[in-house]
Protein backbone atom coordinates (compact mmCIF):
# COMPACT_ATOMS: atom_id res chain seq x y z
CA UNK A 1 0.00 0.00 0.00
CA UNK A 2 3.15 2.48 0.69
CA UNK A 3 4.60 1.42 -3.09
CA UNK A 4 0.92 2.46 -4.54
CA UNK A 5 0.87 5.92 -2.41
CA UNK A 6 4.45 6.19 -3.34
CA UNK A 7 3.46 5.69 -6.96
CA UNK A 8 0.45 8.10 -7.27
CA UNK A 9 2.48 10.69 -5.24
CA UNK A 10 5.02 10.42 -8.15
CA UNK A 11 2.54 11.09 -11.15
CA UNK A 12 1.14 14.23 -9.37
CA UNK A 13 4.65 15.23 -8.91
CA UNK A 14 6.25 14.38 -12.67
CA UNK A 15 4.00 16.76 -13.88
CA UNK A 16 0.86 14.72 -14.72
CA UNK A 17 -1.52 17.15 -14.21
CA UNK A 18 -4.74 15.49 -14.94
CA UNK A 19 -4.13 12.80 -13.25
CA UNK A 20 -7.29 13.49 -11.01
CA UNK A 21 -9.52 14.60 -13.96
CA UNK A 22 -8.90 11.39 -15.87
CA UNK A 23 -10.34 9.78 -12.07
CA UNK A 24 -13.24 11.55 -12.46
CA UNK A 25 -13.84 10.35 -16.34
CA UNK A 26 -13.35 7.16 -15.79
CA UNK A 27 -16.76 7.05 -13.55
CA UNK A 28 -18.49 7.90 -16.79
CA UNK A 29 -21.43 9.35 -14.51
CA UNK A 30 -20.26 12.93 -13.54
CA UNK A 31 -22.15 15.69 -14.32
CA UNK A 32 -21.11 18.30 -16.70
CA UNK A 33 -19.21 15.38 -18.22
CA UNK A 34 -18.43 17.68 -21.52
CA UNK A 35 -17.14 20.81 -19.70
CA UNK A 36 -14.49 18.26 -17.94
CA UNK A 37 -13.74 16.98 -21.58
CA UNK A 38 -12.99 20.42 -22.82
CA UNK A 39 -10.80 21.67 -20.04
CA UNK A 40 -8.98 18.27 -20.35
CA UNK A 41 -8.50 18.87 -24.06
CA UNK A 42 -7.38 22.26 -23.46
CA UNK A 43 -4.71 21.39 -21.10
CA UNK A 44 -3.34 18.35 -22.81
CA UNK A 45 -3.02 21.03 -25.98
CA UNK A 46 -1.16 23.41 -23.45
CA UNK A 47 1.13 20.86 -22.15
CA UNK A 48 1.23 17.73 -23.66
CA UNK A 49 1.47 18.11 -27.02
CA UNK A 50 4.65 20.29 -27.72
CA UNK A 51 6.09 16.93 -25.03
CA UNK A 52 4.86 14.00 -26.95
CA UNK A 53 4.99 15.00 -30.97
CA UNK A 54 2.31 13.28 -33.44
CA UNK A 55 2.48 9.92 -34.28
CA UNK A 56 0.56 7.86 -37.44
CA UNK A 57 -1.67 6.68 -35.05
CA UNK A 58 -2.67 9.81 -33.52
CA UNK A 59 -3.01 11.79 -36.94
CA UNK A 60 -5.65 9.15 -37.84
CA UNK A 61 -7.46 9.36 -34.86
CA UNK A 62 -8.00 12.78 -35.82
CA UNK A 63 -9.10 12.66 -38.91
CA UNK A 64 -11.71 10.36 -37.61
CA UNK A 65 -12.67 13.04 -35.12
CA UNK A 66 -12.64 15.43 -37.57
CA UNK A 67 -14.48 13.05 -39.94
CA UNK A 68 -16.95 11.78 -37.49
CA UNK A 69 -18.01 14.89 -35.46
CA UNK A 70 -18.73 16.97 -39.47
CA UNK A 71 -20.93 14.30 -40.58
CA UNK A 72 -22.56 13.73 -37.00
CA UNK A 73 -23.56 17.43 -36.63
CA UNK A 74 -24.05 17.75 -40.50
CA UNK A 75 -26.94 14.86 -40.15
CA UNK A 76 -28.94 16.91 -37.71
CA UNK A 77 -27.80 14.97 -34.79
CA UNK A 78 -28.12 17.48 -31.67
CA UNK A 79 -25.14 18.59 -29.50
CA UNK A 80 -24.59 21.69 -27.88
CA UNK A 81 -21.52 23.62 -28.19
CA UNK A 82 -19.74 21.88 -25.29
CA UNK A 83 -20.59 18.50 -26.14
CA UNK A 84 -19.69 19.18 -29.80
CA UNK A 85 -16.01 20.06 -28.32
CA UNK A 86 -15.46 17.36 -25.58
CA UNK A 87 -16.52 14.88 -28.40
CA UNK A 88 -14.24 16.17 -30.64
CA UNK A 89 -11.28 16.68 -28.96
CA UNK A 90 -11.60 12.91 -26.51
CA UNK A 91 -10.91 10.83 -29.27
CA UNK A 92 -6.91 12.00 -29.67
CA UNK A 93 -6.11 14.04 -26.15
CA UNK A 94 -6.76 10.98 -24.30
CA UNK A 95 -4.04 8.98 -26.60
CA UNK A 96 -1.52 11.88 -26.15
CA UNK A 97 -2.28 11.86 -22.60
CA UNK A 98 -1.16 8.22 -22.90
CA UNK A 99 1.79 8.45 -24.53
CA UNK A 100 2.71 12.06 -22.14
CA UNK A 101 2.27 9.59 -19.05
CA UNK A 102 4.47 7.35 -20.13
CA UNK A 103 7.31 9.49 -21.03
CA UNK A 104 6.92 11.83 -17.70
CA UNK A 105 7.11 8.58 -15.70
CA UNK A 106 8.70 5.80 -16.97
CA UNK A 107 8.42 3.65 -14.40
CA UNK A 108 6.42 0.16 -14.70
CA UNK A 109 4.92 -0.21 -10.99
CA UNK A 110 3.53 3.69 -11.50
CA UNK A 111 2.25 3.01 -14.41
CA UNK A 112 0.79 -0.34 -13.01
CA UNK A 113 -1.18 1.10 -10.52
CA UNK A 114 -2.27 3.82 -13.02
CA UNK A 115 -4.39 1.15 -14.84
CA UNK A 116 -4.98 -1.09 -11.96
CA UNK A 117 -6.46 2.35 -10.33
CA UNK A 118 -8.70 3.64 -13.29
CA UNK A 119 -9.70 -0.36 -13.53
CA UNK A 120 -10.89 -0.32 -10.45
CA UNK A 121 -12.82 3.07 -10.47
CA UNK A 122 -14.42 2.10 -13.82
CA UNK A 123 -15.74 -1.35 -12.65
CA UNK A 124 -16.23 -0.53 -8.82
CA UNK A 125 -20.01 1.19 -9.11
CA UNK A 126 -20.93 -1.85 -10.49
CA UNK A 127 -19.79 -4.22 -8.51
CA UNK A 128 -21.72 -2.47 -5.75
CA UNK A 129 -24.90 -2.55 -8.07
CA UNK A 130 -24.17 -6.23 -8.83
CA UNK A 131 -24.30 -7.02 -4.98
CA UNK A 132 -26.97 -5.16 -4.21
CA UNK A 133 -29.00 -6.83 -6.89
CA UNK A 134 -27.81 -10.21 -5.88
CA UNK A 135 -29.28 -9.96 -2.77
CA UNK A 136 -32.33 -8.84 -3.96
CA UNK A 137 -32.50 -11.27 -6.95
CA UNK A 138 -29.92 -14.09 -6.61
CA UNK A 139 -26.89 -15.02 -8.05
CA UNK A 140 -28.96 -15.23 -11.69
CA UNK A 141 -30.84 -12.23 -13.30
CA UNK A 142 -32.70 -13.36 -15.75
CA UNK A 143 -33.59 -9.99 -17.30
CA UNK A 144 -30.35 -9.49 -17.47
CA UNK A 145 -30.28 -5.48 -15.98
CA UNK A 146 -29.65 -4.34 -13.04
CA UNK A 147 -31.42 -1.04 -11.29
CA UNK A 148 -29.23 1.63 -10.40
CA UNK A 149 -29.20 2.47 -6.98
CA UNK A 150 -32.60 2.48 -4.98
CA UNK A 151 -34.68 3.15 -7.62
CA UNK A 152 -38.39 1.39 -8.48
CA UNK A 153 -37.54 -0.77 -11.16
CA UNK A 154 -38.74 0.55 -14.75
CA UNK A 155 -36.81 0.55 -17.91
CA UNK A 156 -35.53 3.81 -17.41
CA UNK A 157 -33.10 3.42 -14.45
CA UNK A 158 -31.91 -0.40 -15.47
CA UNK A 159 -28.28 -0.58 -17.03
CA UNK A 160 -28.67 -3.60 -19.82
CA UNK A 161 -26.53 -6.32 -19.61
CA UNK A 162 -24.50 -4.89 -22.56
CA UNK A 163 -23.12 -1.60 -20.72
CA UNK A 164 -22.76 -3.17 -17.68
CA UNK A 165 -20.37 -6.10 -19.38
CA UNK A 166 -18.42 -3.73 -21.07
CA UNK A 167 -17.80 -1.86 -18.06
CA UNK A 168 -16.49 -4.35 -15.96
CA UNK A 169 -14.24 -5.74 -18.97
CA UNK A 170 -11.42 -4.17 -17.92
CA UNK A 171 -11.47 -6.48 -14.82
CA UNK A 172 -11.32 -9.52 -16.44
CA UNK A 173 -7.84 -9.12 -17.56
CA UNK A 174 -6.32 -9.45 -13.86
CA UNK A 175 -6.02 -12.81 -13.33
CA UNK A 176 -3.34 -13.44 -16.16
CA UNK A 177 -1.61 -10.59 -15.25
CA UNK A 178 -1.33 -12.15 -11.48
CA UNK A 179 0.42 -15.04 -12.88
CA UNK A 180 3.21 -12.71 -14.36
CA UNK A 181 4.29 -11.57 -10.84
CA UNK A 182 7.22 -13.40 -9.47
CA UNK A 183 6.36 -12.99 -5.87
CA UNK A 184 2.75 -13.61 -6.00
CA UNK A 185 2.20 -15.14 -2.57
CA UNK A 186 4.19 -12.30 -1.22
CA UNK A 187 1.69 -9.13 -1.96
CA UNK A 188 -1.77 -8.31 -1.39
CA UNK A 189 -0.91 -6.41 -4.30
CA UNK A 190 -0.64 -9.08 -6.59
CA UNK A 191 -3.78 -10.52 -5.48
CA UNK A 192 -6.08 -7.17 -5.93
CA UNK A 193 -5.60 -8.35 -9.85
CA UNK A 194 -7.36 -11.79 -8.87
CA UNK A 195 -10.01 -9.84 -6.60
CA UNK A 196 -11.48 -7.33 -9.59
CA UNK A 197 -11.04 -10.48 -12.30
CA UNK A 198 -13.30 -12.55 -10.07
CA UNK A 199 -15.57 -9.71 -9.54
CA UNK A 200 -15.87 -8.90 -13.10
CA UNK A 201 -16.41 -12.14 -13.69
CA UNK A 202 -19.02 -12.87 -11.30
CA UNK A 203 -20.89 -9.29 -12.46
CA UNK A 204 -21.24 -11.66 -16.03
CA UNK A 205 -22.00 -14.76 -15.09
CA UNK A 206 -25.15 -12.75 -12.72
CA UNK A 207 -26.56 -10.66 -15.88
CA UNK A 208 -25.63 -14.26 -17.80
CA UNK A 209 -23.40 -12.17 -20.02
CA UNK A 210 -21.93 -14.78 -22.71
CA UNK A 211 -19.28 -12.28 -24.52
CA UNK A 212 -17.92 -11.46 -20.76
CA UNK A 213 -17.18 -15.31 -20.13
CA UNK A 214 -15.33 -15.08 -23.73
CA UNK A 215 -13.95 -12.49 -23.12
CA UNK A 216 -11.88 -14.22 -19.37
CA UNK A 217 -11.28 -17.14 -21.02
CA UNK A 218 -9.44 -15.13 -24.17
CA UNK A 219 -7.34 -13.12 -21.45
CA UNK A 220 -6.67 -16.26 -19.46
CA UNK A 221 -5.20 -18.15 -22.53
CA UNK A 222 -3.29 -14.73 -24.03
CA UNK A 223 -2.10 -14.26 -20.71
CA UNK A 224 -0.68 -18.50 -20.96
CA UNK A 225 0.94 -17.83 -24.50
CA UNK A 226 2.64 -14.83 -23.35
CA UNK A 227 4.11 -16.53 -20.12
CA UNK A 228 4.69 -19.44 -22.27
CA UNK A 229 6.51 -17.60 -24.66
CA UNK A 230 9.15 -16.19 -21.80
CA UNK A 231 9.64 -19.95 -20.79
CA UNK A 232 7.68 -19.35 -17.72
CA UNK A 233 6.36 -23.06 -16.78
CA UNK A 234 5.39 -21.88 -13.18
CA UNK A 235 2.18 -20.13 -14.95
CA UNK A 236 1.18 -22.70 -17.25
CA UNK A 237 0.92 -24.94 -14.33
CA UNK A 238 -1.37 -22.22 -12.61
CA UNK A 239 -3.22 -22.06 -15.34
CA UNK A 240 -4.03 -25.36 -15.93
CA UNK A 241 -4.85 -25.98 -12.52
CA UNK A 242 -7.40 -23.02 -12.59
CA UNK A 243 -8.84 -24.28 -15.63
CA UNK A 244 -9.20 -27.55 -14.71
CA UNK A 245 -11.09 -26.47 -11.29
CA UNK A 246 -13.53 -24.51 -13.13
CA UNK A 247 -14.04 -27.19 -15.36
CA UNK A 248 -14.71 -29.81 -12.68
CA UNK A 249 -16.16 -27.03 -9.82
CA UNK A 250 -18.70 -25.44 -11.83
CA UNK A 251 -20.80 -28.44 -12.67
CA UNK A 252 -20.44 -30.52 -9.08
CA UNK A 253 -21.31 -27.36 -7.07
CA UNK A 254 -25.11 -28.49 -6.47
CA UNK A 255 -28.16 -26.29 -7.76
CA UNK A 256 -25.88 -23.42 -7.88
CA UNK A 257 -23.35 -24.95 -11.00
CA UNK A 258 -26.60 -25.80 -12.08
CA UNK A 259 -28.36 -23.06 -12.20
CA UNK A 260 -25.55 -21.40 -14.05
CA UNK A 261 -25.15 -23.98 -17.01
CA UNK A 262 -29.16 -23.92 -17.14
CA UNK A 263 -29.44 -20.59 -17.74
CA UNK A 264 -26.79 -20.31 -20.43
CA UNK A 265 -28.17 -23.23 -21.79
CA UNK A 266 -31.24 -22.13 -22.42
CA UNK A 267 -29.97 -18.66 -23.95
CA UNK A 268 -28.03 -20.98 -26.75
CA UNK A 269 -31.72 -22.20 -27.24
CA UNK A 270 -33.15 -19.07 -27.32
CA UNK A 271 -31.13 -17.57 -30.16
CA UNK A 272 -31.50 -18.48 -33.87
CA UNK A 273 -27.79 -18.26 -34.36
CA UNK A 274 -24.27 -18.24 -33.21
CA UNK A 275 -23.42 -14.61 -31.27
CA UNK A 276 -26.93 -13.56 -30.72
CA UNK A 277 -27.58 -13.37 -33.80
CA UNK A 278 -25.01 -10.91 -34.76
CA UNK A 279 -23.46 -12.39 -38.15
CA UNK A 280 -27.49 -11.29 -39.71
CA UNK A 281 -27.26 -7.97 -38.22
CA UNK A 282 -23.74 -7.73 -40.09
CA UNK A 283 -25.15 -8.39 -43.48
CA UNK A 284 -27.93 -6.01 -43.04
CA UNK A 285 -25.66 -3.14 -42.16
CA UNK A 286 -22.80 -3.94 -44.64
CA UNK A 287 -24.64 -3.06 -47.91
CA UNK A 288 -25.17 -0.05 -46.25
CA UNK A 289 -21.15 1.20 -46.31
CA UNK A 290 -21.61 2.06 -50.42
CA UNK A 291 -24.72 2.68 -50.39
CA UNK A 292 -25.21 5.51 -47.91
CA UNK A 293 -22.06 7.41 -48.05
CA UNK A 294 -22.59 9.76 -44.90
CA UNK A 295 -24.62 7.54 -42.66
CA UNK A 296 -27.63 5.20 -42.16
CA UNK A 297 -28.29 5.50 -38.70
CA UNK A 298 -32.66 5.69 -39.55
CA UNK A 299 -32.59 2.90 -41.33
CA UNK A 300 -31.18 -0.13 -38.99
CA UNK A 301 -30.79 -0.43 -35.35
CA UNK A 302 -27.57 -1.07 -34.30
CA UNK A 303 -25.18 -3.19 -35.96
CA UNK A 304 -23.66 -4.59 -32.86
CA UNK A 305 -19.83 -4.27 -33.90
CA UNK A 306 -17.99 -0.89 -33.37
CA UNK A 307 -16.63 -0.17 -36.90
CA UNK A 308 -19.70 -0.61 -38.54
CA UNK A 309 -21.87 1.85 -35.66
CA UNK A 310 -19.23 4.14 -36.48
CA UNK A 311 -20.31 4.04 -40.29
CA UNK A 312 -23.87 3.76 -39.58
CA UNK A 313 -23.78 7.18 -38.16
CA UNK A 314 -21.27 9.17 -40.48
CA UNK A 315 -20.57 6.74 -43.17
CA UNK A 316 -17.64 5.25 -44.77
CA UNK A 317 -14.78 7.63 -44.22
CA UNK A 318 -14.42 7.25 -40.43
CA UNK A 319 -15.13 3.60 -40.58
CA UNK A 320 -11.98 4.04 -43.10
CA UNK A 321 -10.24 5.88 -41.07
CA UNK A 322 -10.80 4.07 -37.21
CA UNK A 323 -10.41 0.41 -39.18
CA UNK A 324 -6.88 1.50 -40.06
CA UNK A 325 -5.98 2.86 -37.15
CA UNK A 326 -7.66 -0.50 -35.08
CA UNK A 327 -4.89 -2.22 -37.42
CA UNK A 328 -1.86 0.20 -36.26
CA UNK A 329 -3.14 -0.26 -32.76
CA UNK A 330 -2.96 -4.04 -33.08
CA UNK A 331 0.42 -3.97 -34.26
CA UNK A 332 1.26 -2.49 -31.61
CA UNK A 333 0.24 -4.43 -29.39
CA UNK A 334 1.59 -7.55 -30.97
CA UNK A 335 5.01 -5.58 -30.46
CA UNK A 336 4.72 -5.73 -26.87
CA UNK A 337 3.53 -9.53 -27.14
CA UNK A 338 6.96 -10.28 -28.13
CA UNK A 339 8.55 -8.37 -25.12
CA UNK A 340 9.73 -9.94 -22.50
CA UNK A 341 7.75 -10.94 -19.07
CA UNK A 342 6.09 -8.03 -17.21
CA UNK A 343 3.11 -7.72 -15.30
CA UNK A 344 2.21 -4.31 -16.90
CA UNK A 345 2.64 -5.29 -20.40
CA UNK A 346 0.26 -8.71 -19.45
CA UNK A 347 -2.38 -6.30 -17.83
CA UNK A 348 -2.21 -4.43 -21.57
CA UNK A 349 -2.79 -7.02 -23.79
CA UNK A 350 -4.87 -8.22 -21.61
CA UNK A 351 -7.33 -4.87 -21.28
CA UNK A 352 -7.02 -5.12 -25.42
CA UNK A 353 -8.26 -8.56 -25.71
CA UNK A 354 -11.33 -7.26 -23.92
CA UNK A 355 -11.49 -4.33 -25.91
CA UNK A 356 -11.04 -5.78 -29.33
CA UNK A 357 -13.38 -8.54 -28.44
CA UNK A 358 -16.44 -6.61 -27.42
CA UNK A 359 -15.89 -4.16 -30.28
CA UNK A 360 -16.34 -7.03 -32.38
CA UNK A 361 -19.59 -7.66 -30.75
CA UNK A 362 -21.12 -4.42 -29.17
CA UNK A 363 -21.75 -0.76 -30.24
CA UNK A 364 -18.88 0.05 -27.69
CA UNK A 365 -18.77 4.29 -28.16
CA UNK A 366 -22.44 4.15 -28.31
CA UNK A 367 -22.54 2.19 -24.90
CA UNK A 368 -20.43 4.55 -22.99
CA UNK A 369 -17.96 7.17 -24.40
CA UNK A 370 -16.10 7.48 -21.05
CA UNK A 371 -15.12 3.87 -21.15
CA UNK A 372 -14.05 4.09 -25.13
CA UNK A 373 -11.94 7.74 -24.39
CA UNK A 374 -10.08 5.39 -21.42
CA UNK A 375 -9.64 3.18 -24.26
CA UNK A 376 -7.73 5.55 -26.17
CA UNK A 377 -5.76 5.94 -23.36
CA UNK A 378 -4.63 2.71 -22.87
CA UNK A 379 -3.39 2.61 -26.30
CA UNK A 380 -1.50 5.59 -26.05
CA UNK A 381 0.44 3.87 -23.23
CA UNK A 382 1.12 1.05 -25.19
CA UNK A 383 2.28 3.27 -28.49
CA UNK A 384 4.86 4.88 -25.88
CA UNK A 385 6.07 2.15 -24.72
CA UNK A 386 7.28 0.87 -28.12
CA UNK A 387 8.34 4.05 -29.18
CA UNK A 388 10.60 4.38 -25.92
CA UNK A 389 11.87 0.73 -27.63
CA UNK A 390 13.37 0.12 -23.43
CA UNK A 391 10.19 -0.78 -21.36
CA UNK A 392 10.35 -0.13 -17.65
CA UNK A 393 12.14 -2.66 -15.09
CA UNK A 394 9.95 -5.55 -14.18
CA UNK A 395 7.59 -5.28 -11.36
CA UNK A 396 8.64 -8.24 -8.99
Not at 20 to 40: K, M
Not at 297 to 315: I, M, Q, S, V, Y
Request: hydrophobic share 50%; aromatic share 16%.
Amino acid sequence: MKNFLIDVKTLFLRGTFAFPLLLILAFGNVGYLDYFLCFFAVCVIAFCLRKVPLDRECVLLIAFAVSYTLIFLANGYYHTIPHSFGFFFSFFTFYIYGRFIVKRVPSERALLNLLLLVTLLICLPYYIETFKDIKESGLINVSRAITLEDEEVDDDNRINATIVGIMVSYGLAGLGTFFSFKNKTKSLYCWSFIAISLLSLLVNIHIVNRAGIVVFISCLLLSVFYQLRAKNTGMLVWGVIFILLCLVLVPNVGDLGDDIVSVYQDRALDDESSMGNRGDIWKKNIPHLFADFFGWREKTGFAHNLWLDFARECGIIPFVLFLLFSILTIKTAYRLFLIRNSPLICFILGIDTAILLYCMVEPVFQANRCYFYVSCFVWGIQSQLIKMKVVPSPVK
